[in-house]
């Protein structure tokens, strides 16, 4: 059993500053620049290149029409809305585009509306989670405290995702900013563009797509991915000035990256101690890390399986 989700103190060495990291840990002024760099180009492909695998998934289930293809094409899109809101969350850090006013228009249009999320509110709260993770303006205090936790809790609490409890109480919200000012257009906003996917299912004659290939989706396994994700990150941590003890440091593989956590959102710890630098250049700066034995192997868990069974190998907490 896991008392603690904390790691050890010899698994957190001071090893920090060293010829290349600041006492912080990012990088020397002369170093950082390249690695904080934003590839503009390669950033427009990759969203051209996620509607189109979003694209795929919903055509090759109206071509082939088969109920049980329905059903795959149901979970697949699943990492699709976690492509969206990982490239969202690059959009809030304003590390899209080096334009700015390109950024928020990509990062709000086509990335965060389609996805049922308020930009500029998820930027404000994930702020304040980056200025001081599970300090007194943590907005995700709630998914992240009580691990380790049992199994039988873990599994309730991805159930509620999996038949769209927890959905629904994100949606909620979303209905009741229609009646206040302040919040009013932005969640019009929200629910036009979902609006105008209707109305383009509908004049296609396939208006079954957007509740069972997108809203479902959204509703359900995108709950169960977000969870699951979320938890690694910071799942049963503390409030430290080191980060190391605020993020779980987990090892990269093909499958996880294509499920849970894609375009380097696992190399999460390294994000932390940096979060100016873009995702595509997070397992460069994790490399930095590990070589300045800031990064200990002994901090890294092997897989993320291996991280949720010690997320809830506890035997008698209450759920």
């Known amino acids: ?21 600041l006492p912080s840990g990012v990088l020397r002024p002369e170093l950082r620049v390249p690695m904080r760099r934003i590839a503009d180009t390669r950033n427009a492909l990759t969203i051209v290149v996620l509607y189109l695998h979003a694209a795929a998934v919903i055509g090759g289930a109206l071509w082939i029409g088969h109920p049980a293809v329905y059903a795959v094409s149901f979970v697949l899109m699943g990492p699709v809305f976690a492509r969206l809101l990982i490239l969202n969350h690059e959009a809030a850090h304003r590390m899209l585009f080096t334009n700015r006013r390109v950024n928020d228009w990509v990062g709000k249009w086509l990335l965060a509306y389609p996805a049922f999320t308020p930009i500029d509110a998820y930027r404000r709260g994930h702020m304040a989670h980056h200025r001081e993770e599970f300090g007194p303006d943590e907005p995700d205090l709630a998914f992240y405290r009580g691990y380790p936790t049992t199994r039988a809790s873990l599994r309730r609490k991805l159930t509620r995702d999996a038949v769209g409890i927890s959905g629904y109480k994100n949606l909620v919200p979303l209905f009741r900013a229609l009646t ?15 609006v105008l996917m ?32 979320s938890i690694a990150e910071h799942g049963g941590m503390t409030r430290d000035d080191d980060r190391r003890r605020t993020t779980h440091v987990v090892r990269q593989r093909w499958l996880a990256r294509w499920w849970i956590v894609p375009y380097h959102t696992g190399w999460h710890l390294a994000h932390h101690v940096d979060m100016g630098v873009p995702w595509r250049n997070l397992p460069a700066f994790h490399a930095e ?8 192997p002994g901090l890294e868990y092997p897989s993320y399986p291996a991280l949720w069974r010690a997320l809830s190998s506890r035997t008698d907490a209450a759920s």
């Not at 070589?291 to 200990?296: I, M």
């Open 198 to 229: 209707i109305v383009v299912c509908v004049l296609a004659g396939v208006w079954w797509v957007y509740p069972v290939l997108w809203f479902g989706p959204w509703m359900t396994v995108w709950r169960v991915i977000n969870r699951l994700r």
């Open 180 to 194: 206040k000012p302040s919040t009013r257009r932005v969640a019009a906003s929200i629910l036009g563009v979902q």
């Open 1 to 21: 059993m896991v008392a603690t989700m904390v790691p050890d103190d010899t698994l957190t060495p001071s090893v920090l500053p060293t010829d290349r990291l």
């Open 289 to 296: 890390l590990v070589r300045a034995g800031y990064v200990t």
